[in-house]
């Protein structure tokens, strides 16, 4: 069909436009501009938090059909829990497709481990009694000098790995500075998803034996200079 030479160019001029949702030059996208902030706040990770993103929450429940979307396209899979208000990607369950890996896993050291097992039990007492999971750095030391013996280092050194371990957790956003306090943290409620009651069974049991001095039958302990996948 032949059309008009007005009729030409203003066809020609439609297909080449960018699409309604171009933010920038060049912009191929389709997403809101909101929604694609909380796309990146999932991917940036580690968590996306109702209580800290509180502009995004909304964007996630209300654009989560797209998001999972585009998440399903990088391999990767989006956790919600509604009730806490917290969200985050991790690797989809493939099976032997060969995929690339796109989020990379944190590795633990034995001090890392029984912190992370610290704040965990922590936060679940918390939540038992409806309270904050509050929680200081001389706390954190003091609990964990049980494990001192089994980290084979001296008093001085031991401190200063629990100190860097705590640095560690904070990066991640799983321990949260409470403004107008220098040592004093939030636990994230995203360590409850990270780890179930059967992995907080398992840690527990391994990491009572190795306190007490015993070696655990099932595993090899990790000395403090290994690392471990979390």
Do not use: C
Not at 6 to 33: I, Q
Not at 43 to 49: N, R, T
Not at 162 to 190: C, F, G, M, W
Not at 202 to 222: F, N, R, V
Request: aromatic letters at 4%.
């Amino acid at each position: 069909m032949n059309l008009p030479d007005d009729d030409v160019a203003d066809a020609t001029a439609t297909e080449g436009a960018p699409p309604s949702t171009a933010l920038f030059m060049n912009d191929s996208g389709e997403l809101a501009l909101d929604t694609r902030r909380a796309l990146v706040q999932l991917l940036a990770g580690p968590s996306l938090d109702g209580r800290r993103h509180a502009k995004l929450w909304p964007v996630l429940l209300r654009d989560e059909v797209a998001l999972r979307k585009r998440l399903s396209e990088l391999f990767l899979e989006l956790v919600i829990d509604r009730d806490m208000q917290v969200a985050f990607t991790r690797q989809a369950d493939t099976g032997d497709l060969e995929v690339p890996l796109l989020l990379r896993r944190a590795q633990l050291t034995f001090i890392d481990s029984v912190l992370v097992l610290y704040l965990r039990q922590r936060l679940t007492h918390a939540e038992a009694h409806s309270e904050r999971a509050v929680v200081s750095t001389d706390e954190i030391v003091d609990n964990l000098t049980l494990y001192e013996r089994a980290a084979s280092t001296d008093r001085a050194g031991f401190t200063k790995r629990v100190h860097a371990s705590v640095e560690k957790v904070k990066k991640h956003n799983i321990l949260q500075k409470i403004r107008a306090s220098d040592d004093r943290y939030e636990i994230s409620p995203t360590l409850k998803l990270l780890f179930s009651a059967e992995d907080i069974q398992t840690l527990t049991a391994l990491y009572q034996h190795m306190a007490a001095g015993e070696a655990d039958p099932g595993k090899q302990p990790p000395s403090d200079d290994s690392e471990e996948e979390a």
